[in-house]
């Protein structure tokens, strides 16, 4: 069955519990895929492991597919902007303003600072994705939401282990910076 066809398999107040429910277990997950994304025992990185560990792209995915879940559920991001209070929306207008003023002031940093502004902004599409969801679903329970994500810390937890035990030479792996 296809993944979209899942999701509206049933009836609506379901299909809204599942799209919670795909999305606590994908936030769970996000710690333990990113983990393995950036796994390298020898301690050197391609550029294009850098990149992956530097940007958190698997992290950033797994929040645009919540984003996307939400969106499906009914979410309009106009309208969850404009239903919050008048002073959030004049501090993210100047957030913004000095975000685009940082990052067209060095040039020669562009694309990197494109790149994490652009990251900053699908963290807020997430936060506003799950309170969307949360709030829609008529199966959220807080406890269930706690228990997932300690699934997924556990998770991610037995993961480190497993990579510090596997680890060649311990003595000379660059530890701080490339511990997934």
């Known amino acids: 069955m296809v993944f979209s066809q899942w999701l509206d398999s049933t009836a609506a ?21 990113h983990t393995i994304a950036t796994w390298d025992l020898d301690g050197r990185l391609t550029s294009q492991g850098y990149a992956v560990r530097h940007y958190s792209v698997v992290v950033t995915l797994i929040e645009l597919l919540v984003v996307w879940l ?6 309009s991001v106009k309208s969850a902007i404009l239903a919050l209070p ?4 004049f501090l993210l207008g100047i957030w913004l303003s000095f975000a685009l ?3 067209f002031s060095r040039p020669d940093g562009l694309a990197n600072a494109a790149i994490i502004l652009m990251r900053y902004m699908v963290h807020g599409l997430f936060l506003a994705a799950l309170i969307h969801l949360a709030a829609t679903s008529s ?7 706690l228990s997932i994500l300690t699934l ?28 997934p």
């Open 70 to 75: 939400a969106v499906r559920a009914g979410l």
């Open 101 to 103: 003023i940082a990052l």
């Open 152 to 179: 997924g810390a556990v998770a991610y937890v037995a993961l480190l282990a497993i990579f510090c035990i596997m680890i060649p030479d311990p003595a000379n792996f660059p530890w701080v910076k490339r511990l």
């Open 139 to 145: 199966d959220f329970k807080l406890h269930r939401w």
């Open 86 to 89: 008048k002073s959030v929306i």
């Open 13 to 33: 107040h379901d299909v809204k519990s599942r799209r919670w429910a795909l999305a606590a277990v994908l936030v769970a997950s996000a710690p333990a895929l």
